[in-house]
């Protein structure tokens, strides 16, 4: 009976070379490659949000938690065909430009891969140019933009008017400290969530 449950308590623990450890025992052991993700690595995973969304982890552990589960998936990506990598759809994620600011997105990117989606993580400073350049180019269902400053704020509302000129048809979706509900309501976002645990929910909820 393969171990899954001691690979997510390392997952949750944030112990990366006991993942290691545990992901090889598990891969030369024969099991299936998406149980191991599925089971092991992401089950853990799930709990962090859970336990992050409730206030019980902070943002170090969770780091550290999604650190040592994409190590573990890491080392079972290869075993898997492209088409087989369990996906809930893409996101591209980026900060909106003027804003250098990456903790709080690069967090909801863990999280969102955690979850079982493929994250296009253009990093900082982002144009709506650039934007719209990536979801050309990767086709995602959803675009989500973050901003740590008031005066980037804009910069939202500028991409998602773009993405509207070009007539693409992609949800967008806005966080980061200053941001509202009220906000995203008045810039015509599709959503908005307070944090990372939440983001994943909206994703989900925005894919269903």
Request: aromatic letters at 4%; hydrophobic letters at 45%.
């Amino acid at each position: 009976m393969a171990n899954f449950e001691a690979l997510s308590q390392s997952v949750i623990a944030g112990a990366e070379p006991q993942v290691r450890e545990q992901t090889k025992a598990l891969i030369d052991a024969g099991v299936n490659p998406l149980e191991i993700i599925n089971n092991g690595l992401t089950a853990g995973m799930t709990v962090v949000g859970a336990r992050f969304k409730n206030g019980e982890m902070f943002v170090p552990e969770v780091l550290m938690s999604a650190k040592s589960m994409a190590a573990g998936i890491e080392m079972v990506k290869p075993l898997i065909a492209d088409k087989d990598m369990p996906s809930k759809g893409t996101i591209v994620l980026g900060t909106v430009k003027g804003d250098l600011h990456d903790i709080g997105k690069n967090l909801v990117g863990m999280m969102l891969e955690s979850s079982g989606f493929k994250v296009i993580n253009l990093g900082i400073d982002i144009a709506p140019e650039k934007f719209v350049a990536a979801v050309k180019e990767h086709d995602p269902q959803i675009v989500a933009m973050s901003a740590l400053l008031t005066t980037t704020m804009p910069l939202m509302k500028d991409t998602i008017e773009l993405i509207e000129e070009e007539g693409i048809k992609v949800k967008c979706i806005i966080g980061g400290a200053p941001i509202t509900q009220e906000y995203a309501d008045k810039i015509s976002a599709d959503g908005y969530s307070p944090d990372a645990g939440s983001a994943v929910e909206l994703c989900v909820r925005l894919m269903a």
